[in-house]
């Protein structure tokens, strides 16, 4: 009798089996089993047994039938049928379950680990299981010419029996609602645990094999079998091995017969090596690859005599010339040893930069590391980095599929292509590794699922790498978080946008220039130290530079009550300090904006507020909609006038932003524009002669432009854009004209030829008369022969 598919199935399971009897006959891969107890025969040779036990569970054992094979057929060997649905599962292997075909190897290389595992484990309490049978060992050799890839391992073999369990058996239990499970691409959820049950590993051969032959030999028995297998087959061969140059001392030698398609790829031996140092270069036993190498001999050669030289045979010398000789040896594929699994008190700091340096093909040592164990509802070990420099392509910046987190299982790699199930898109520049025992992997391994447990390894990750950036902060030495706040300050700033529930952790890792610090950089906390009793808020100011920054008309009476302001010169800055909102309960608060509270402002004297009401209604009817209104400015002592926006609207420096990008919409530019407020200085010259003009002469047509250039001056210092350059630009020429007039001693004569000469275009233009137009072409020197 062939293995059998058992299982216990819930009530819900029980009432989907239906009886055979007084039906047609069904195929192997719908054959059920009757309610009650007892035995069915079914079809294709399937008998099924139903025992109910204690409680709703019913337990159900199908045994496969295979016909026994003549006396005479022995040598050839046993033919054996596949368990039900095979075919099914076979063709969901080879195009739907695995992404990458390069897989087969990480999961062979597994199988064999296990295989040494296993036999070391059980040669504890019987040695003679490891006698005469070598080092534990993979070994891994390609040919080419022939399209084949052998791996053979000095694991615990096996018997014939274990063979048609191991490998005639695709699933223990379950394996339509497995089928049908992966067919509608639901999550498994308990079912999971099917991955160390069943051969599906194994099977992954056949992405890439049209045939595969598996020569096994267990130290329980004296007898080598061999099994073999054709692709898109449902059939199994097992015989006897017989050919003493073929017999293994102990273990399993597998070996695939290449696709036509995959022959040149997977027969190379570099690409074995490739594949080895990816996915399995820390599994815990030696694993050997078959290459070729070169080295350099010395060989002798006749020396040619010199002309008019003859050499008998016996006096020819000799001498020596160096070659390249290439030859075929074994060599170590994982020599690097995993890091994480040794106690960090014994690793020196040189062996984390350079495990580093190795696993993720960097030159510079890293900033800082962590290593560390997790143990208790989800145990996993693990090394993060944190890089020396930042990622010189810009597409790797803020993106959540880099391939900085390897992740292993039992130091098997599964995957490093993740979408933020780790780490969260701001952290994606950190870089290490992850290893744990029991992860919620898909059947291929391949896909991280969403569970809770993932969320947990995810947090407990993110709190790691804080510790790790916070002890770079604290050092006495500045220079490391100075490079580390260059390379990766975005990141951190990106996280105060994305991240609300770690604020508390992120905000003392932020640096800012500010008005008393313009050539280094501070912290939060060292702001707040700062900061005198009587302020209330943390003042800062948005601009493209920090040139702009530091000559911004916002600044000048912060600056004369020596409060201090920051600069926030990046793009990401306002947004981060905007959904910080708070630090330490100081709030943050722009100074372009209006309704800015210093904290010990004078009461303005009623004579002030009426002297400069006048002029501010008057302003206001100028400007027109351009302004919200125009008032008396607490921000100012040096400028005559300053524009700022409303208090829920858009800041200049936002607006410039938001303007800039390639999709942005006009009618959501207009509506979170805001209002602009204009605000006048009542010291400054200018805003009094305006006062005067109001008073004296409010029609005055002089007093208007000079309004209009005021506000337009208004809107460049205030970080605005103009509505139209141009227009400007001819205003500030015609003010500049009114200004310089004659000032450097232009002659009296200039002076009235140019009179004359607009008195007289003026008298033209009255009469009609027309002006010829002569053409560049008809214009002609002297000299031109063609001349009339």
Request: with cysteine.
């Amino acid at each position: 009798m062939a293995p059998a598919l058992s299982g216990t199935l819930g009530a819900s399971s029980v009432a989907a089996l239906r009886p055979c009897a007084g039906r047609r006959a069904p195929s192997a891969a719908t054959s059920v089993a009757p309610r009650g107890s007892g035995a069915v025969r079914c079809a294709r040779g399937l008998r099924w047994e139903a025992h109910r036990s204690r409680g709703r569970s019913l337990r159900v054992r199908c045994d496969a039938a295979v016909a026994e094979k003549p006396a005479g057929e022995e040598a050839a060997g046993e033919k054996f049928e596949y368990q039900a649905e095979v075919s099914r599962l076979m063709d969901l292997i080879v195009h739907s379950l695995y992404s990458h075909k390069e897989v087969f190897l990480r999961e062979l290389v597994s199988n064999a680990s296990d295989a040494l595992d296993k036999l070391r484990f059980l040669g504890v309490t019987d040695s003679s299981l490891l006698a005469d049978g070598g080092e534990l060992e993979i070994r891994i050799k390609t040919d080419p010419d022939a399209g084949t890839i052998t791996i053979t391992d000095t694991g615990v073999g096996m018997t014939k029996d274990e063979l048609k369990d191991c490998l005639g058996t695709i699933a223990q239990s379950g394996t339509s609602k497995f089928l049908k499970a992966l067919k509608e691409n639901k999550d498994l959820g308990a079912d999971n645990g099917l991955i160390g049950q069943f051969g599906v590993g194994f099977y992954s051969a056949f992405l890439v094999a049209e045939k595969i032959v598996v020569s096994t030999k267990s130290p329980k028995s004296d007898k080598q079998y061999v099994w073999e297998a054709v692709a898109d087959s449902s059939s199994y061969v097992i015989k006897e091995e017989t050919d003493r140059e073929k017999m293994l001392t102990r273990g399993t030698q597998i070996t695939l017969f290449l696709r036509s398609d995959d022959k040149y790829e997977f027969a190379d031996p570099s690409r074995i090596q490739g594949l080895v140092k990816n996915y399995s270069q820390f599994v815990s036993f030696p694993i050997y690859t078959w290459q070729e190498k070169s080295r350099t001999v010395e060989v002798e050669e006749d020396e040619e005599p010199k002309e008019g030289e003859e050499a008998t045979e016996g006096e020819k010398k000799k001498k020596k010339k160096t070659v390249t000789e290439k030859y075929w040896d074994w060599e170590l594929a994982n020599e690097t040893k995993p890091i994480w699994m040794r106690n960090p008190k014994e690793i020196e700091n040189t062996e984390y930069n350079e495990f580093y340096k190795k696993t993720f093909n960097e030159f510079l040592d890293p900033l800082a590391h962590t290593h560390f164990t997790t143990e208790g509802e989800v145990e996993f070990r693990s090394v993060l980095y944190v890089p020396g420099m930042a990622p010189l392509s810009n597409e790797e910046i803020m993106n959540p599929k880099t391939k900085n987190i390897r992740l292993y299982v039992k130091r098997v790699f599964i995957s490093d292509d993740f979408d933020g199930e780790l780490f969260p898109r701001y952290l994606s520049f950190v870089k290490g590794v992850v290893d744990s025992n029991d992860l919620p992997l898909n059947v291929s391994r391949e896909i991280l699922q969403e569970s809770r447990i993932v969320r947990i390894m995810r947090k407990r990750l993110v709190r790691k790498t804080f510790d790790m950036i916070e002890e770079i902060a604290e050092k006495e030495d500045k220079e490391d978080y100075k490079k580390f706040w260059e390379s990766f300050g975005k990141f951190i700033k990106l996280g105060c946008i994305e991240d609300t529930g770690n604020h508390k952790r992120l905000a003392p890792l932020l640096r800012f220039h500010s008005s008393k610090n313009e050539g280094d950089t501070i912290s939060l906390d060292q702001y707040v130290e700062s900061m005198p009793e009587s302020q209330k808020a943390i003042y800062y100011i948005a601009t493209d530079s920090l040139q702009s920054a530091k000559t911004a008309p916002f600044l000048e009476k912060l600056v004369q009550k020596d409060i201090e302001v920051l600069y926030l010169i990046e793009p990401i800055d306002e947004v981060a300090i905007q959904n910080l909102q708070t630090y330490k309960e100081k709030k943050f608060v722009d100074i372009s904006k209006e309704d800015l509270e210093l904290g010990d402002e004078e009461e303005e004297t009623k004579e002030t507020k009426q002297e400069f009401t006048l002029l501010c209604d008057w302003v206001k009817q100028q400007l027109g909609d351009k302004v919200a209104k125009v008032q008396i400015s607490k921000r100012l002592s040096s400028s005559p006038c300053v524009l700022v926006s409303g208090k829920f609207g858009w800041s200049a420096n936002m607006e410039r932003l938001m303007k800039a990008q390639t999709l942005g919409d006009t009618s959501s530019l207009e509506f979170m524009r805001g209002r602009r407020i204009f605000e006048i200085n009542p010291d400054h010259p200018i805003i009094k002669d305006l006062s005067a003009a109001c008073k004296n002469e409010p029609d005055s047509t002089e007093a208007k432009r000079a309004v209009e250039l005021l506000y337009e001056a208004a809107l460049i210092s205030s970080g605005y854009t103009p509505e139209s350059p141009a227009e400007l630009g001819g205003k500030i020429y015609e003010m500049m004209a009114i200004a310089l007039g004659g000032r450097w001693g232009r002659s009296d004569t200039e002076k009235a030829e140019a009179s004359t000469g607009e008195a007289s275009a003026e008298a033209d233009s009255s009469e009609g008369t027309v002006t010829e137009v002569i053409e560049p072409s008809e214009v002609r020197p002297e000299s031109d022969p063609w001349r009339d």
